[in-house]
């Protein structure tokens, strides 16, 4: 069974989200195996404005509680990417190194993705920089040279806008969010931060055939 995920790298709850994902994807637990497929939605794409400091604050914040929620680590203010001198919350670069991981190596988009979650919120790198998406490549064992070329071809840039206009078109406005595609039919399992056990409970429901 094939699960569309759809998510932004630089969204905090789908970094909170990637402990159960992962959890799932290693015991579907009586589901039949899930292949995992990665659409970027855009949380915010193309932001010009460097992050000012009462933001950053409510931000860090944020990230707090999403912490509490997933025992995922953050790093701590004021050792954040967000205080990074000049610092634009641009999340189309991310998505975009997303992309051409999938469109390369598709067995390490999934990989690649959370690595990129780990750089921006454990590690305070920023993300939103050419060079650090493909130092995070190349720690993945990815030719780096490849990746950078194709980063930044107009190719990957209009299949990242694709991407975020096929969200758009589903009608979704917040991520993560889990689809599962169940013979012809999408289904939504669920929109937001799930713990495992709702995970798994929604997914249940969005794949048992209903009676009409």
């Not at 949380?43 to 010009?48: I, K």
Request: charged letters at 20%; hydrophobic letters at 40%.
């Amino acid at each position: 069974m094939n699960l569309i995920y759809v998510g932004d790298p630089m969204c905090s709850w789908c970094y909170g989200f990637a402990k159960p994902l992962d959890e799932l994807l290693a015991d579907p637990q009586g589901a039949a195996p899930l292949q995992l497929a990665i659409i970027v939605g855009g949380l915010r794409p193309f932001t010009t404005e460097p992050m000012a400091a009462d933001k950053a604050t409510e931000l860090a914040g944020h990230w707090h509680h999403v912490e509490e929620a997933s025992g995922q680590p953050f790093s701590k203010a004021p050792h954040t990417a967000l205080n990074l001198p000049g610092f634009v919350y641009d999340t189309e670069p991310a998505s975009r190194a997303v992309v051409t991981v999938r469109s390369l190596w598709p067995q390490q988009v999934w990989k690649y993705f959370k690595a990129v979650q780990h750089a921006f919120y454990t590690e305070a790198r920023n993300v939103t920089e050419p060079s650090v998406l493909a130092d995070v490549a190349e720690q993945l064992g990815m030719p780096r040279a490849e990746f950078a070329h194709a980063f930044a071809s107009q190719k990957m840039r209009d299949a990242t806008l694709a991407d975020f206009q096929r969200s758009q078109d589903w009608g979704i406005r917040g991520f993560p969010t889990l689809v599962a595609e169940h013979g012809d039919h999408l289904h939504l399992v669920g929109s937001g931060y799930m713990p495992i056990d709702t995970l798994r409970d929604r997914l249940t429901a969005a794949t048992t055939p209903h009676e009409h």
